[in-house]
Nanobody
Framework: VQLQASGGGLVQAGDSLRLSCAAS????????MGWFRQAPGKEREFVAA????????YYADSVKGRFTISKDNAKNTVYLQMNSLKPEDTAVYYC?????????????????WGQGTLVTVSS
């Protein structure tokens, strides 16, 4: 599956932003989807994941209660709604697809990756 992420930008602390990731090439509903991020000088980290059907979600503690992941299988798109953004959320955000049947947070379980979209949160 090919993935194309979009929606990043420069916002102020406390603002909201919604990232989108459009998929093509395979049956989207066969994939568990995830969002990861990588801040400058840091390792890539898990942000959120959603099950194939969209009925199950999992979040990193750092974003729980502020970010919401959702999946529209009809539109072949996964979203990441980010509210109450903080400067420490600044990173390149990547969407990823996995054939795993259960929600996973490990990047190595995701076989397809988008190109990344930059989110910058100013204080």
């Amino acid at each position: 599956v090919q993935l194309q992420a979009s929606g990043g930008g420069l916002v102020q602390a406390g603002d909201s932003l919604r990232l989108s990731c459009a998929a093509s090439g395979r049956t989207f509903s066969d994939y568990l989807m995830g969002w990861f991020r990588q801040a400058p000088g840091k390792e890539r980290e898990f942000v959120a994941a959603i099950s194939r059907s969209g009925g199950g979600t999992y979040y990193a503690d750092s974003v729980k209660g502020r970010f919401t992941i959702s999946k529209d299988n009809a539109k072949n798109t996964v979203y990441l709604q980010m509210n109450s953004l903080k400067p420490e959320d600044t990173a390149v955000y990547y969407c990823a697809a996995s054939r795993y049947s259960l929600v996973t947070t490990r990047g190595t379980d995701f076989g397809s990756w988008g190109q990344g979209t930059l989110v910058t949160v100013s204080s």
